[in-house]
Nanobody, 126 residues
Framework: QVQLVESGGGLVQAGGSLRLSCAGSGRTFSNYVTGWFRQAPGKEREFVAA????????IYADSVKGRFTISRDNAKNTMYLHMNSLTPEGAAAYYC???????????????????WGQGTQVTVSS
């Protein structure tokens, strides 16, 4: 199975930008559809964005469209989330996730993802 480790979280002012990274190891990273989710205190974990194995297909939650960009570099076994124009509502723990190797479609539902990282915290000051 693939192991996932997020990095890049931190404190940013509202309106600022941040780039998160998700490094995969243990299996061929390009075999997995991957995505980002986030969870704020007291709230359910919610979908942010997902990307196909080769990176050609991406989907986004409506709340981040136009501000966040998901990408991946399979040569580096890494997925990224570029976040622009951050708002206080974007403060959360951000998790990267991967679907099973037989699941080739991008997906929005949390239960469609089999593997998860430990999360990286994003704090947005107003």
């Amino acid at each position: 199975q693939v192991q996932l480790v997020e990095s890049g979280g931190g404190l940013v002012q509202a309106g600022g930008s941040l780039r998160l990274s998700c490094a995969g190891s243990g299996r061929t990273f390009s075999n997995y559809v991957t995505g980002w989710f986030r969870q704020a205190p007291g709230k359910e974990r919610e979908f942010v964005a997902a990307i196909s194995r080769g990176g050609a297909v991406t989907i986004y939650a409506d709340s981040v469209k136009g501000r966040f960009t998901i990408s991946r570099d399979n040569a580096k076994n890494t997925m990224y989330l570029h976040m622009n124009s951050l708002t206080p509502e974007g403060a959360a723990a951000y998790y990267c996730a991967a679907r099973g190797t037989y699941d080739g479609e991008v997906a929005l539902e949390r239960n469609e993802y089999a593997f998860w990282g430990q999360g990286t915290q994003v704090t947005v000051s107003s």
